[in-house]
């Protein structure tokens, strides 16, 4: 198949945009640190990645363009605040709180809404306990959190009303953005580049507010500093994903197997519930021996009850893996010969309710092998039982993977060949058919040479026929190419239900060779 310049660069545009994303970063470090320029770069940067987002939803056409969307509209406030905050800059202003503040905060629910719609597209039919690992995960978070940098910043911020809340909404953004990114990481489906790029430009934004916030309070950030070239890298990673054709499927939901509790998730269930005793006597110097006790043995029993309840959700898995193959087994035994592997008449009756609702051409051929009860009274049912596998066996190998095989009872055999306009292909199968049966069949030693008749019935495409009919006819026309001498096949045609009767059992010869190996 040719790819056209068009496909190539389309599918080529990621890495574009990461070199040119590259190249600005260069640009803004090799501009004086602190200057407009540097700013006008940094919004620049900002900018593209938004505009790459939205040149990826057009490119690759995703099936839910909604979280995308909202995705590059969190991004696009982000954008807003650093070029408001360009403007002051320029005008030699430092104000907080700012406009520039409300235009960064809406870049947080945004982002979020957009998050928790993709996880519930992907969790459809997948493993909703995931989340509530996210849940746990976010709570020990949201202690630490509190302990190293909500705590601490809303001691130190200014006490008037409006400046404290937006102080102390930026960390709060951040601990929703964590919990929801963590319920992003626990989902099933597509691990791509597009995903670990977005995931990783959420944990750049992350870690970058995590330092900014440290940094303010002890007044070490530096405008035109590294700690800016990480938000830039945020940028970058999310134009990135948002481009690469792998974004196209990001959140459509793709069930994988899913571990009810793997050795990832122990481990971080296990750290998030030994923050809290961890907290309680680390960096501190005063703590006596009562607290010391309780925080150690709260340890031990939480990370005791969690190796309890690991042993009982293995024991979970196991009756689950048991009950699954059991039910495969039911199912595969309720629409299945148990002695060809063929399908039976119930799943080759639901096989053609189904093609034939689809309006399209199809053909049914029935097979019945010519005086097969010669067999079972000459060499005994064990040799007719070997007859009957063998050729279920062979009419399967020689249809198309979308072709159905049936064995309908006794020596009476049927296939179904959807999406088949032409009556002469369906004929053409009816004849190779016939050359499978006829080829010698080695039963215990011994080359047995049986015949086949067959009848085929086709419906046209938009033909009204029921499922009972077209069985008929095929039935029809077999039992006819029986009246001819057998070992031949016909085709259905009006004239043969005044031609043929419903015939007696009909006899003819099956040869057998002794000397055959």
């Known amino acids: 198949m040719t790819v056209s310049p068009r496909d190539i660069a389309r599918r080529r545009a990621w890495a574009a945009a990461l070199m040119i994303g590259a190249g600005l970063i260069l640009v803004f470090y090799l501009l004086p640190a602190g200057s407009i320029e540097q700013s006008v770069v940094y919004d620049i940067v900002g900018l593209g990645a938004v505009a790459t987002a939205l040149l990826g939803l057009r490119l690759h056409r995703p099936a839910g363009t909604l979280p995308w969307v909202l995705l590059a509209a969190g991004q696009l406030a982000f954008v807003g605040g650093d070029t408001l905050w360009t403007v002051f800059t320029a005008q030699g202003q430092d104000p907080f709180p700012s406009v520039a503040d409300a235009s960064y905060l809406i870049g947080y629910p945004l982002l979020s809404l957009g998050l928790l719609i993709a996880i519930r597209r992907r969790i459809a039919g997948g493993d909703r306990a995931g989340l509530l690992d996210a849940a746990i995960l976010t709570t020990g978070a949201a202690v630490v959190w509190w302990a190293f940098v909500l705590g601490p910043l809303a001691a130190a911020s200014d006490p008037e009303p409006v400046a404290f809340a937006i102080s102390i909404a930026y960390p709060i ?133 969690l190796v309890r309840l690991a042993g009982m959700v293995r024991i979970l898995a196991r009756d689950i893996a048991r009950r699954r193959l059991l039910e495969e087994q039911l199912s595969y035994h309720a629409y299945h010969d148990p002695l060809t592997g063929l399908a039976n008449r119930r799943r080759f009756v639901e096989a053609i309710e189904e093609a034939l609702a689809s309006g399209t051409a199809t053909a049914v051929l029935f097979l019945d092998l010519d005086d097969f009860k010669h067999v079972n009274d000459d060499m005994g049912h064990e040799a007719g039982d070997a007859l009957l596998s063998a050729m279920g066996h062979r009419i399967l190998d020689s249809l198309r993977p979308a072709d159905l095989a049936c064995r309908l009872g006794g020596d009476e055999f049927a296939v179904l060949l959807p999406n088949t306009p032409r009556l002469e292909d369906a004929e053409a199968v009816a004849t190779r058919l016939l050359e499978i049966v006829g080829t010698p069949v080695d039963v215990g030693g011994v080359a047995v040479h049986a015949t086949a008749s067959v009848g085929v019935a086709l419906r046209q495409a938009g033909e009204v026929m029921s499922i009972d009919d077209l069985i008929r006819r095929s039935d029809v026309a077999m039992y006819h190419a029986k009246a001819r001498g057998k070992h031949r096949s016909a085709t259905y045609s009006a004239e043969l239900e005044e031609l043929t009767s419903e015939p007696a059992a009909v006899r003819t010869t099956v040869r057998r060779n002794p000397t055959a190996a």
């Open 173 to 305: 953004s951040d601990l929703l953005l964590i919990g929801i990114l963590l319920g992003l990481a626990m989902t099933p489906g597509a691990r791509s580049f597009s995903f670990g790029s977005l995931a990783g430009s959420l944990v750049l934004i992350l870690v970058a507010d995590l330092v900014f916030g440290l940094q303010s309070l002890e007044g070490t950030y530096v405008d035109g500093g590294w700690l800016d070239g990480v938000w830039l890298l945020a940028y970058v990673a999310f134009g990135a994903a948002a481009i690469h054709p792998s974004m196209a499927g990001l959140f459509e939901p793709r069930p994988i197997a899913v571990t009810l509790l793997g050795r990832a998730r122990l481990v971080l269930l296990g750290v998030a519930m030994l923050v809290g005793p961890a907290l309680l006597v680390m960096g501190r110097s005063d703590v006596d021996a009562i607290v010391l006790v309780v925080a150690a043995a709260t340890a031990v029993l939480s990370v005791l009850v």
